[in-house]
């Protein structure tokens, strides 16, 4: 098997590039990483990501790490297979491009620590962040979707017609959030409620969900 | 004229954006969004930019904000026009998309903040970080320096044997920094130091610093 990837799952990064993999219908190897015991830390993982960070991605001999760099690798150069998650057309690519974009400098800020303060901490036992931090994160994510709420008025999917890297890059966060009390932060907003229902009823991301457990 | 840029002469966004036109040899218009009266926080540039940030890019019909979504639309769209900003093939692409996502989330934060620190407040009067704060960004920087040390040892450019994105997505905030107590910071790794004073000497770049003198 060609593909493998080196992850953990409790990482919402890891199953981005799973996600794209289960859309895309290839087989991969996945290989635990195990976070607990600071495996990610480890010289031999090092050698693999200097930066320390899962996943950790091999297709023959391309190693790459940081995971929108996977999963567009994986749209492009499995365009025509599973879901088509990017466009060819230039000027959509560039607007699938910029909600991807929103997505990691907007959306996944707030949204990963929030999930991180209120999924991964409790499942670690570790030391929760004051409540006005929790409480400004919240505020920082409630605009974000505000902004969203708009958009999806007049989009069905953030970047045009079609579900692509710019929803799935998503999923992740917001199926940990969902789970907590920050439900209500999507719920409030139909156009997004309607988009995340969507999303993650996808029998790529279910299948996802099944394989990681946690 | 086609395309358009309203951004800042501060912004390290807009001059990303700026940098990529020179490289492709494009023509624009520059529009000056005056950040100092909160111009960017106006009704009409809220509608063309929701979250409120500059650049914002337009091409025709085409309306882009976020800028590495709009390098990436003029690297890929001009591709056969001035610097190669890109690869063809998919895994050399992977690895430039791997840098630029590392620009983005392990270099840009800290080294953001820092140029926002020493070189933007003063400039503005706006008060300081204590100075605790800044030594976390900056050992966080130096961090982030050693593993491109060690990787421009064995790569001329960070994506590769050429000049690409990855690294002209670094030149705006490395330019800021070269002006301050943190240069010692570069200068202390011979081939991050070197890299450096490579990309900074670019015509390309030379003329956008030109351009928008503060």
Known sequence: MAIKVHGHPLSASTHRVLATLAEKELDYEFILVDLATDQHKSQAFLSLN?????PFFEDGDLKLFE??????YLAHTFADKGTPLTAH??????IISQWT???????YPPAS????????KPINGETKEEESVVSQLEARLAEVLDIYELHLAQSKYL????FTLADLHHSAVINFLM???L???FDARPHVSAWCADILARPAWKKIVAATKY
Chains 1, 2 share one sequence.
């Open 50 to 54: 200097p930066f320390g960070q899962v």
């Open 179 to 181: 789970g907590t009390k």
């Open 113 to 120: 620590k929030l999930a991180y303060e209120l999924v991964i």
């Open 183 to 185: 439900k209500a932060l």
């Open 101 to 107: 974009e929103i997505e990691a400098h907007c959306f």
């Open 159 to 162: 970047g045009g017609d079609s």
């Open 89 to 94: 057309d230039p000027k959509k690519m560039a």
């Open 67 to 72: 995971s929108r760099a996977i999963t567009q």
